[in-house]
T-cell receptor
């Protein structure tokens, strides 16, 4: 069945380090993936997305890599800052449904210490 | 441009009661989705509305319902509340192929 999962529930890094958050998905037909950041007490905030016809997409301090062969994507955050501390979710559209239903992974909590 | 607005932000209800949550999408967005977030189950899709019609429905009991108005504003209702309904309820609106979330409504059932 469909599932989107993250490898590690928590990740602790030092300020200035690069962070890598991983996500594995099971539906090989998925053609779109999204990363969200959720700070404590807030709703998920869109970070970056990637289509399945791409291997890599870069944003401001963030890069998403997609490996369709092993059904894996990752979010890389460069020069991690304390403000990056949050829970990060990967998500993909649910198949067999019209519209914009998303399936979310369980989330990785990123803790940045200064 | 205002974001997705949800009201109320916090509420406490008693078992057996019902609750209505409101969502105003980003101006111009016609699709509104609702999600439930709990520590145990994570983020789960409830339903989606587009042009006042339910286009999608997740795997939740019939106690969970919603509707959308002609101005795209949406409400969701939970009847006969159970303790397990305590959660953060998130509304999202879709525009330009991007899904934006509101800050959510924290519901506590006691």
């Amino acid at each position: 069945g469909e599932s989107v999962g993250l490898h590690l529930p928590t990740l602790s890094v030092q300020e200035g380090d690069n962070s890598i958050i991983n996500c594995a998905y099971s539906n090989s037909a998925s053609d779109y993936f999204i990363w969200y950041k959720q700070e404590s007490g807030k709703g998920p905030q869109f970070i970056i997305d990637i289509r399945s016809n791409m291997d890599k997409r870069q944003g401001q301090r963030v890069t998403v890599l997609l490996n369709k062969t092993v059904k894996h994507l990752s979010l890389q955050i460069a020069a991690t800052q304390p403000g990056d501390s949050a829970v990060y979710f990967c998500a993909e559209p649910a198949t067999h449904q019209a519209g914009t239903a998303l399936i979310f992974g369980k989330g990785t909590t990123l803790s940045v210490s200064s | 441009k205002a974001g997705v607005t949800q009201t109320p932000r916090y509420l406490i209800k008693t078992r057996g009661q019902q609750v209505t949550l409101s969502c105003s999408p980003i101006s111009g967005h016609r699709s509104v989705s609702w999600y439930q977030q709990t520590p145990g189950q994570g983020l789960q899709f409830l339903f989606e509305y587009f042009s006042e019609t339910q286009r999608n429905k997740g795997n939740f009991p019939g106690r969970f319902s919603g509707r959308q108005f002609s101005n795209s504003r949406s409400e969701m209702n939970v009847s006969t509340l159970e303790l397990g309904d305590s959660a953060l309820y998130l509304c999202a609106s879709t525009g330009q192929n991007t899904i934006y979330f509101g800050e959510g409504s924290w519901l506590t059932v006691v």
